[in-house]
């Protein structure tokens, strides 16, 4: 089935530093999501793209989807203790409605 | 955040009981899923309901069967708890279309079977 590789699995920055996460597919993804999970929490629905070369904002966060559609990015610039957490990338597979999950990037901030 | 509601949101068993887990959403959402959540897997679909008394398995189906009777209401059983289903569940549900696909995620039910 389709696969949804994520790295980096861990990261650990200083606050104020930059941070990306990347995830990539072998085959062409029809959209891709983004989700945060903080520490203890569930998983909440940041961003999704659509269009090849597509690029979104929200505030820190830049999201990314590749030209051909097979990876996409996250970026924080000058990162915050409140964007600890993990993020997932996921990709509609099947029917109903069915995401595919990356296995996560953990991002820790210290001061 | 979506009306999605856990119960148990812990729960401790013994190995060889049955176990009920119960999402219930307040949206009318067509879709609903089950995922279980370890370290170093991400999250993994078990189960999932495209509508009333239709559902289908997920990834890691195996051990597990699912209910739903009613829009609102998805259950989880565990017929015979093992202790590698030790892990956290999270329901989430998703209305239609391709375009509106994102999930919305419960907070989650803790189970450690012992």
């Known amino acids: 089935g389709q696969q949804v590789m994520q790295i980096p699995q861990y990261q650990h920055v200083q606050e104020g530093e930059d941070f990306t996460t990347y995830c990539n597919s072998s085959?062409?993804?029809?959209?891709i999501q983004w989700y945060k999970q903080r520490p203890g929490g569930h998983p909440v629905f940041l961003i999704q793209?659509?269009?090849?070369?597509e690029v979104k904002k929200q505030k820190r966060l830049t999201f990314q989807f590749g030209e051909a559609k097979k990876n996409s990015s996250l970026h924080i610039t000058a990162t915050q203790t409140t964007d600890v957490g993990t993020y997932f990338c996921?990709?509609?597979?099947?029917?109903?409605?069915?995401?595919?999950f990356g296995t996560g990037t953990r991002l820790q901030v210290t001061l | 955040d979506a009306g999605i509601t856990q119960s148990p949101r812990h729960k401790v068993t013994e190995t060889g009981t049955p176990v009920t887990l119960r999402c219930h959403q307040t949206?009318?959402?067509?879709?609903m899923y089950w995922y279980r959540q370890d370290p170093g897997h991400g999250l993994r679909l078990i189960h999932y309901?495209?509508?009333?008394?239709?559902?289908d398995k997920g990834e890691v189906s195996d051990g597990y069967s699912v209910s739903r009777s009613k829009t609102e209401d998805f259950l989880l059983t565990l017929e015979s708890a093992t202790s590698s289903q030790t892990s956290v569940y999270f329901c989430?549900?998703?209305?239609?279309?391709?375009?509106?696909?994102?999930?919305?995620f419960g907070p989650g039910t803790r189970l450690t079977v012992l």
């Open positions: 996921a990709s509609p597979t099947g029917t109903a409605s069915k995401l595919t």
């Open positions: 309901s495209y509508g009333v008394k239709d559902t």
């Open positions: 949206e009318n959402h067509r879709y």
């Open positions: 989430a549900i998703s209305g239609q279309g391709i375009l509106n696909n994102e999930q919305f």
């Open positions: 085959t062409t993804l029809s959209n």
């Open positions: 793209l659509v269009k090849s070369g």
